[in-house]
């Protein structure tokens, strides 16, 4: 074989043999290596930067036109119809666009009413395209006039029924000498939501308005519906008048029973919650929940002022008493009483309970029999009554005036309340918890919370007042509270 083809298959067998020891090591290589997804860098959290307007803000003599807002990145508009709010109101609200790094609003010049100052504010609408951050509240003001409207008004507003500040309503404002029906037939000037129950305007004129509150349940800025709460003043107001404006709001349609019948009022504590354990459900032909912790007789479950209550799915037809038996100790109790609602579906035993005593209930077949035939089968249970020294009492003073009713509030519920026909009031048997009191001005003497009315006969609300302080109450301790103490601290923080 001539040396040079020799030499060249050689030179050929070295090659391929070093390809495939390179191929070799690059898939051994790949097959070694840890595939990521590349990562994009921290999150854009930067709003957009407003470069220029068109128009300098709280500029004179606006005449209506085309405002240009600039920003340092491409940006879009979001619900822009409910950020954007207008004062005085318009008939019409600026047409808003945007296109690339431009936001232009345009206000038509027969919108605008002469001599007036127009703030407008379109809240976070402006955001940026890529992560949707917003430029918080865009707003601006003009007058159409030669100088600038400055007053302001503020107040507040509370709950009448519950002594809370309202939160969730609007404070709106209407020219003064506008009839009742505006209210219902007219948008107002001027709309100011509540923060923490206050209100703010500024930019007003000096000139006297009417002022309302409204819950705006469906967005038309008009009172058009009996749920809506609302709240007036009798009297007109004037911007720049250092008189506080507190307003009561509540809902017309009907009265708010924030109470106990009448009758009731001396009592110190009202049915509550049963005890954590209790509505077992018991299994009959004729089924009910159990208001009472069965689980254990050796456990204090059972509260000295509760009811022992069998809960029905059904109407009672009839039940038997001599069917249903209470006894202490194995000892027939002759304080047990029998009662069934006026829904007749809840049959309650009551008795004079004795502390850390074991009560056992035997109710026999056919104690009770529901509307569709049913009949309860024979059972029997067994629960212990707490000590008095599970319980806390609070004991309030408090200046004597049976115009007034005393409420404790527990997780806000009335769980008690009294007249006050004494200066010196006690809530004994309190379950260990929180608490706050609460005073309902009974102007009428009712026992109840009476909403106000607009229409026809104008009434104010009975005003409830919540006070800030939270109340202790501890097992076996005796709290004492001076409610003028307690009110003037509350006066306070007005301030």
Known sequence: MPFSSYHCRQNMSVKLSDCF??????????????????????RDETAPLLKKRSMADSALNFKGGVIRFEFDEFVQLKDVQNQLVVTPLLKKNPRITVHKKRVTVDIDDSLLEPNTTYAVSM?????????????????????TGLYFDSLSLQGTVIEANTGKPDTS??????????????FFNEKPLYVQKLFGGSFFFKNLPDKPFRIFVLDDQNRNLRYDLSSERMAFNDQSVSPGDSTPIVLY?????????????????????????????????VITRLSYLLGADTSNKSKRSFDLWDSVR??????????????????????????????????????????????????????????????????????EFFFRAKRKSDYGTLIVQCKKDENDILELMRNDKV?????????????????????????????????????????????????????????????????????????????????
């Open 21 to 42: 020891l390179l191929l070799s090591i690059c898939l051994c290589w790949l097959s070694c290596a840890n595939i990521m997804t590349p990562t994009g860098g921290p």
């Open 123 to 143: 809240g976070n609408a402006i955001q940026d395209m890529r992560e949707s951050n917003p430029y918080k509240d865009l707003s601006f003001t003009f007058s």
């Open 169 to 182: 309503a609007m404070a709106v404002l209407y020219r003064a000498g506008v009839p009742d029906s505006a």
């Open 249 to 281: 709001s509540f809902v017309t349609q009907g009265n708010v029973d924030t109470s106990f019948k009448k009758k009731q009022r001396q009592n110190a504590i009202a049915v509550a919650k049963p005890a954590q354990g209790a509505d077992k459900k």
């Open 310 to 379: 069998l809960v029905f799915d059904h109407e009672i037809k009839t039940f038997d008493l001599s069917k249903i038996s209470l006894f202490k100790n194995e000892l027939p109790d002759k304080s047990l009483t029998v009662t069934l609602d006026s829904a007749r579906k809840t049959i309650s035993l009551h008795a004079i309970w004795a502390e850390d005593e074991v009560y056992k209930v035997i109710l026999q077949k056919g104690f009770a029999q529901d509307s569709t035939g049913l009949q309860g089968n024979a059972t």
């Open 415 to 495: 769980i008690a309340r009294k007249t006050i026909s004494d200066t010196l009031l006690t809530f004994p048997l309190l379950l260990p918890d929180t608490y706050q009191v609460r005073l309902l001005h009974d102007t009428n003497h009712n026992g109840l919370w009476d909403a106000g009315s607009f229409f026809g006969e104008k009434k104010q609300p009975e005003r409830t007042e919540l006070f800030p302080a939270i109340i202790t109450i501890k097992a076996n301790w005796e709290n004492k509270i001076d409610l003028k103490t307690v009110f003037l601290k509350k006066q306070t923080q007005k301030k």
